[in-house]
């Protein structure tokens, strides 16, 4: 991931910049955002069965991918971007909740989906940061071992095994997905 330092950002700045939905702002500095084929394949598999069961229960919406977060109190310093969640009509407010721009409450539910461009170290301070400012709950998808990996606001995490699923907990009621279901086949990349 790159990073751009010639001068610090803000979140507002990040809404006006033309491609400013292909980076994200961590105290004031740009981080490209790019993602991979699979990574996201998984995740918007995993988004589209979370909407579905949200849409089902009437108990509230999906996280869009890529949907710019100002959750972390930090006057706008920091824009992470994850790969869609989920937050309860409770937590939101309002059954018509839809913000225009960038997400201000917490969801309960945020997921990221690991590429090979990603850097863990960042990706380990960013879900800390998530838990730190009230989400929930973090899957991490790992594609290319069809894995995953829990991350709970108590500070615990669970590892999911490619046979494993992610369950719903308490802030999706009946929720169930086996990895199996989302992950991509053993793959290889024409590219290489």
């Known amino acids: 991931m790159t990073t751009l330092a010639e001068r610090a950002y803000s979140a507002a700045d990040l809404l006006e910049m033309e491609d400013g939905e292909a980076f994200e702002l961590e105290d004031g500095v740009l981080r490209e955002h790019r993602v991979g084929y699979a990574s996201e394949w998984a995740a918007v598999r995993l988004l589209g069965k979370v909407d579905a069961h949200a849409e089902q229960h009437q108990s509230g919406r999906m996280v869009p991918t890529n949907t710019g977060l100002r959750i972390f109190g930090d006057d706008g310093r920091s824009v992470p ?20 721009g960038y997400l201000a409450i917490p969801p309960e539910l945020l997921i990221e989906s690991i590429s090979p461009t990603d850097e863990m170290g960042y ?50 009621p009946g929720f169930r997905c086996a990895l199996s279901e989302i992950m991509p086949a053993p793959y290889f990349d024409a590219a290489e």
Do not use: C, N, Q
């Open 81 to 100: 971007r994850s790969d869609g969640g989920y937050i309860s009509f409770e937590r939101a407010g309002d059954r018509h909740f839809m913000p225009r």
């Open 123 to 172: 990706m380990h301070r960013k879900i800390r940061r998530y838990l730190d400012a009230g989400v929930d709950v973090v899957w991490v998808l790992f594609p290319d071992t069809s894995t995953a990996e829990v991350y709970h606001s108590d500070g615990t995490s669970t590892f999911v095994p490619a046979d494993g699923y992610l369950s719903g907990e308490a802030f999706l």
